[in-house]
């Protein structure tokens, strides 16, 4: 994969599109979910909490950007059905889909690989990766009847460089990268179509507070400071370039 860094110029680039966003209850996915409301996108909000949602959902709407819609589905134990359910919903609720940020994610405290089960990484490989390849093949006919549509995969410093302790995480990450050079060439037919990765680095998040306990805040960015390069690739600019490795 080429690796690329890119940023957005801003303005209402999303305007009249809809956009999913999976894990859209806090951290990194409620930012973004709330940046492209602010951009003129309609916002599917995902996640398992609704009350987290519907958090988001009142924020977007009292800054009276389009009207979000929220869809709840556990990715852990969703299958098949479940995620042509999610993209039904959207197609019936808001009528086209014009792209993916695959954001949710099951984080795991770093420990050595003796120490892990097979049901924690059926758990970590479900959500981290089988969630992101079934929710793209379930939503895939929407977003090739869209004429711009981005798919945006969110990896991680471990995906592209494994290492010691990150086990199932690393490796559901890792993989990531093949899933969009797999999209990305079975996909040339739809050029209007593409799939990138993007790693966020180290940013302030429950899930950061978790996988890092000890560390100092203070240093660490904020989700907002991604949002011009998460623009970028979910948005129009970023329109040809396909099968990228984006370090925010
Ligand atoms: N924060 C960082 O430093 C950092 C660094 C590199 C990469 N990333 C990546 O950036 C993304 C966002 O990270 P974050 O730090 O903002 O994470 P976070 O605070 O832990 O948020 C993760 C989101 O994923 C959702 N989620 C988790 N398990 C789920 C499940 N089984 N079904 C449905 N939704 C589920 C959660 O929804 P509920 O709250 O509703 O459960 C939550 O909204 C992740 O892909 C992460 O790997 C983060």
Redesign the pocket.
């Known amino acids: 994969m080429a690796r690329v860094m890119t940023e957005a110029k801003g303005g209402g680039a999303l305007r009249d599109r809809v956009i999913l966003v999976?894990?859209?209850?806090?951290?990194?996915?409620?930012?973004a979910a709330i940046c492209f409301a602010q951009h003129g996108a309609t916002v599917a909000l995902?996640?398992?909490?609704?009350i987290?949602?519907e958090s988001v959902y009142d924020e977007i709407v009292a800054a009276g950007a389009p009207q979000p819609a929220i869809i709840?589905?556990?990715?852990?134990?969703?299958g098949d059905r479940d995620f042509e359910n999610l993209a039904d919903s959207i197609h019936t609720r808001l009528g086209r889909l014009d792209g993916i940020l695959?954001?949710?994610?099951?984080?795991a405290i770093p420990s050595p690989l003796r120490t892990h089960t097979t049901a924690q990484w059926l758990?970590l490989l479900?959500?981290?990766l089988v969630?992101p390849f079934a929710l793209t093949r379930a939503c895939l006919p929407l977003l090739e009847a869209a004429p711009d549509a981005a798919i945006v995969l969110?990896?991680?410093?471990h995906g592209p460089a494994p290492a010691a302790f990150w086990g199932a995480?690393s490796i559901a990450?890792g993989a990531l990268l093949s899933l969009a050079t797999i999209w990305t060439q079975e996909l040339e037919h739809a050029p209007q179509l593409r799939i990138n990765v993007l790693?966020?680095?180290?940013?302030?998040?429950?899930?950061?507070?978790?996988?890092?306990p000890g560390e100092e805040k203070a240093g660490?960015?904020m989700?907002e400071s991604l949002m011009s390069t998460y623009l970028y690739w979910i948005g129009p600019e970023s329109r040809g370039q396909s099968g990228n490795l984006v370090q925010c």
């Open positions: 999976t894990g859209a209850g806090q951290g990194i996915g409620r930012a995902h996640g398992r909490s609704v987290k949602l709840p589905l556990d990715l852990e134990k969703a695959h954001n949710a994610a099951l984080g758990s479900r959500v981290n969630a969110i990896s991680e410093t995480f990450k790693v966020p680095g180290p940013v302030n998040s429950p899930q950061r507070s978790r996988t890092h660490l960015r989700p």
